[in-house]
């Protein structure tokens, strides 16, 4: 269809962008056993003052003006490593810090690629009643060994449909990890999908909240190892409630730092290959408050789970797991409100057909609905939602995407009922993106896809990632590609 106009922005990676990680020498090396941490340690020992001196002299030579406070993070770096030097060693500051330096490496997060959008609107609008919108838009980045973070762009589309995307910042902030609330529901069910909610679980939450802290749950955990002699699989039991655990966190940005450079890396043991394709929303509640959700798939190099995100500025986030059935897979996306006081979300937990659930909560979603299976040739393999939908007085506004041969995707539309969106108004019989010759190429080739677009009154502005490796954007009328749908029924 030609409904859709390609603007002349396209965001690439850039590989210059980096992290400066903890790396411990023999941890990348496939097979082997143990680290070499402390070999490598006892090598820096035995080096003189002077050629300390001169080797921290290089490294704060070549990547001093490269980092926010190198030596903050080489300090922390040689932290983690002290409990392995003799107590009562003497170190000088230069070696302390070239310590540091030799267990850090430098991490190019969009060193692959940059990808997989979504769009809201800023919470800060510079001119809220101009003629432009300012937008936080949501990417993906993937860096060596395809792990995947949250980085942010931020941009203003015009009435006409005119974007513009704001100056990025080189430097990145991982930001201050903090606890998050825990949810009893959250590890009832999360117990119940493992078969472990029995009576060493029940011993555990049956004295918590509905809500708790992370020490109070530890509170618990010291009982029931204590009364290890009257239970079975203790140590299982403890080991799954901290794993439940960890996926409850925060964190926190300096406001001094511009949103271009803040960037949520990967911290539960979930996420540890990559937290993929947020879907972000503006929801706003029944009492006119609004928050930002975002749900995105974390990968641990073998399964996939669902993760909640919340801010309300894009400083603060806190982050719960996802449960339920119709979380599984990859894809849910939160409508923007309630519908009938019930929360709304698209899925895809049969990972080929959307469907619609329906949920009390936010972070548990079990029956669904389906409401489009694959059945033309260009969506013969799977179905999928490209975000939350729209709301136009006309219904619901979902833009899709669908695989067919050669594992080409596509970016569709559908119309839902608003009063219930279960009920399929209509469907495009036709795609309205498709890869052709100036999209296909890249790191995952015949690829478009989008998270999310935003619409600023008549206008729609899809982000959309082109072949897993940069992003384009596409603007269209909301009133146009309604019409084209309503032309169906």
Not at 350 to 363: G, K
């Amino acid at each position: 269809m030609d409904l859709v106009t390609t603007t002349p922005l396209h965001l690439r990676p850039d590989p210059s962008r980096v992290l400066p990680r903890l790396f411990v020498a023999g941890q990348d090396n496939y097979g082997t056993r143990q680290t070499r941490g402390s070999v490598v340690l006892d090598r820096i020992m035995e080096l003189s003052e002077h050629e300390v001196a001169m080797a921290l002299g290089d490294v704060e030579g070549r990547f001093g003006d490269r980092h926010t406070n190198l030596n903050f993070t080489l300090d922390q770096h040689a932290q983690r490593l002290a409990r392995k030097l003799l107590q009562n060693q003497e170190i000088s500051d230069a070696r302390w810090r070239l310590i540091g330096a030799t267990f850090t490496m430098e991490y190019a997060v969009e060193g692959a690629s940059l990808s997989n959008p979504s769009a809201v609107l800023h919470p800060n609008q510079l001119d809220p009643h101009g003629n432009s919108q300012r937008f936080v838009m949501t990417v993906r980045c993937i860096g060596e060994g395809h792990r995947s973070s949250i980085g942010f762009r931020a941009g203003s589309i015009t009435r006409e449909g005119h974007v513009s995307i704001e100056p990025v910042k080189h430097s990145l902030s991982t930001g201050t990890y903090g606890e998050a609330p825990l949810y009893k529901r959250s590890f009832a069910h999360l117990l119940y999908e493992r078969d472990m909610f029995a009576e060493n679980a029940q011993f555990v939450l049956d004295d918590l909240g509905r809500s708790f802290s992370h020490s109070q749950l530890e509170v618990q955990l010291n009982r029931l190892q204590h009364n290890r002699d009257t239970f079975l699989n203790v140590d299982q039991t403890i080991r799954r409630f901290r794993e439940i655990a960890e996926r409850s966190y925060s964190v926190r940005f300096s406001p001094d730092t511009d949103i271009s450079e803040r960037l949520l890396w990967p911290l539960a043991a979930v996420e540890e290959h990559g937290m993929e394709d947020a879907r972000c929303v503006r929801f706003t509640d029944k009492d006119g408050s609004v928050t930002y959700l975002a749900t995105y798939t974390a990968f641990d190099g073998l399964h996939i789970t669902q993760q909640l995100l919340r801010t309300r500025d894009f400083l603060t986030f806190t982050i719960h797991p996802v449960t339920g059935a119709s979380a599984g897979g990859k894809g849910l996306a939160i409508f923007p409100r309630q519908v009938d006081g019930k929360y709304v979300a698209l899925s895809r937990a049969d990972h080929e057909s959307n469907s619609i659930a329906f949920s009390d909560t936010l972070e548990h979603w079990e029956g669904r609905h389906i409401v489009q299976v694959p059945r033309r040739p260009w969506e013969i393999i799977q179905l999928g939602n490209c975000g939350s939908p729209i709301e136009t007085s006309e219904g619901w506004l979902v833009l899709t995407h669908a695989v067919g041969p050669m594992r080409t995707y596509y970016i569709s539309a559908m119309l839902l009922n608003l009063a219930d969106p279960t009920k399929v108004i209509a469907s495009l019989d036709e795609p309205l993106i498709a890869p052709r010759q100036e999209v296909r190429h890249g790191y995952v080739p015949n690829v478009v896809y989008s998270c999310g677009s935003l619409r600023v009154d008549d206008m729609l502005m899809m982000p959309f990632g082109i072949a897993d490796q940069s992003i384009g954007i596409g603007t269209l009328k909301v009133s146009e590609l309604v019409g084209a749908l309503l032309a169906k029924v």
